[in-house]
């Protein structure tokens, strides 16, 4: 009798697809002949992670985070000595993720009572809070100046609250001035703070200079988010320095610092970027020399203020990952594969802007297909990725994206789906959970039934029940 042999996979019909449009450019093929494969992360088998908390699932690297503050705080270093570093809690607000950086010697840099409040309560003392942002609550406001954070202003309103709040609880504000400028790139970030350009920033810092109950201590800008121009720190920094200087001359105030925020980039691949990171995003060091030469220039003949940061984003970014897995496959009329994963927009926010890097946690050989990857949301826009070459995926493959730390674990829903759970892997090779998987517990917990609508639920319930047995 004929034997047959056993099939290894389950059948998949095949298709024919036209090679071209977006996953072809006029140099030839988008994608290389193979997929990047990662089984680990910080040494830990992907597929031990996922057995253990879950997929989909969030995975951050501890040595990664040290790593990145290090190499980026002795950079700067380097080449000025006054130096403060801020932690930027929007970026990645979670407790143990804060207190890492907190540990490596950064204060924390805040934009709402929210954020305050977690800084506080994580044990950061008000004196080591920047307090940023376009909405300060009164009572958040009341609390900052009681604690001693420094507060930076977004308007001359705001000025205003802070006179009153002082004199009423009869205590000094310590107070930077939050201001914009052009720096030659499009858009110009001029919602935050005043106008350096139109004299908006200098009547705010003659308001500031003689306002009873405010200690005016500096200037603080931030220019743009993951920001490829080296030339636009320059001249930030050159405005930010005369602005400085002007202030002196204007009310002789000496001020303390200059507070040139954050935006620098990590490695992420910016859409509509053709270079890869590695040739697109310029070095930290370029942007170091870049701010610190011109101070130093600018202040050749008089003492340097303290030079202020508030990074986030080129700090954690590449340390995060997450982990997700084929749920369903799928072959579109188009005739090229989709493949349904257990993650999708809600956990990537920043998949509008970045394309992460899709790796698999195994090699599947070196035959690619034009793939679609959609997530598992009942909406239509819920594509994580658009024009990928794959080979044949089976159900339960997993697949790691990085580089997703900054941001995602901040801007995720809770949309249709549960938000997944999170780990740390420390430097000694420990897996600690630092966020749970949610529950409907956990996401009703805010949620007040009232108690006519809990009896009248109570009461349908049971009538059809009871129709329907």
């Known amino acids: 009798m004929k034997q047959t042999k056993k099939l290894t996979r389950p059948y998949s019909k095949p298709s024919m697809v036209k090679l071209g449009g977006p996953l072809y450019a006029k140099h030839g093929a988008a994608s290389n002949n193979s997929v990047p494969v990662r089984t680990s992360i910080s040494k830990v088998p992907v597929s031990e992670l996922a057995q253990k908390f879950g997929s989909p699932l969030f995975v951050f690297s501890e040595d990664a985070i040290r790593n990145a503050f290090t190499n980026y705080t002795e950079v700067f270093k380097r080449f000025y000595p006054k130096m403060v570093f801020g932690w930027s809690y929007k970026t990645n607000y979670l407790k143990a993720i804060c207190a890492i950086f907190h540990e490596e010697g950064a204060i924390a840099e805040v934009v709402s009572d929210f954020e305050y409040e977690k800084a506080r309560a994580l044990g950061v003392p008000g004196e080591q809070i920047i307090f940023n942002g376009p909405y300060k609550p009164k009572a958040a406001l009341k609390r900052a100046i009681e604690e001693g954070a420094v507060i930076h202003v977004d308007s001359m309103d705001e000025i205003y609250q802070i006179e009153s709040i002082a004199t009423e609880i009869k205590l000094t504000a310590r107070v930077g001035l939050r201001v914009n400028m052009n720096t030659g790139v499009y858009p110009q970030w001029s919602r935050f703070g005043l106008n350096i350009e139109s004299g908006q920033a200098m009547d705010a810092a003659r308001r500031l200079a003689k306002a009873p109950g405010i200690d005016f201590e500096g200037i603080h800008c931030h220019i743009g988010t993951f920001m490829l121009s080296v030339q636009a720190y320059e001249i930030a920094a050159e405005k930010m320095a005369n602005l400085f200087l002007e202030i002196e001359s204007d009310t002789g105030i000496r001020l303390k610092y200059i507070d040139m925020g954050g935006g620098f980039p990590s490695k992420s691949h910016l859409k509509g970027v053709y270079q890869s990171p ?106 994580v990725d658009n024009s990928l070459m794959l080979p044949p995926l089976r159900v339960g493959k997993r697949l790691v994206l990085s580089p997703v730390g900054a941001y995602n674990v901040t801007q995720w829903m809770q949309f249709i789906q549960y938000r997944p759970a999170v780990v740390l892997v420390r430097k000694n090779g420990k897996v600690d959970l630092i966020r749970h998987k949610e529950s409907l517990e956990a996401v009703e917990n805010l949620e007040v039934l009232p108690e006519d609508l809990q009896q009248k639920q109570a009461t349908v319930l049971g009538f059809k029940s009871r129709n329907v047995s």
């Open 278 to 383: 590695e040739v697109a995003v310029p070095n930290i060091s370029e942007y170091a020399i870049a701010i610190t030469s011109c101070l130093k220039r600018i202040f050749a003949d008089s003492e340097l203020p303290t030079l202020v940061l508030e990074a986030g984003r080129h700090l954690i970014d590449e340390a995060g990952f997450l982990i997700t897995s084929v749920i369903s496959r799928k072959l579109l009329p188009d005739a090229r594969r989709a493949y349904v994963l257990d993650a999708g927009v809600n956990l990537l926010y920043t998949s509008t802007w970045y394309r992460p890097v899709f790796e698999l946690d195994g090699d599947e050989g070196s035959f690619l297909e034009p793939a679609v990857l959609f997530g598992p949301l009942c909406m239509n826009i819920d594509v």
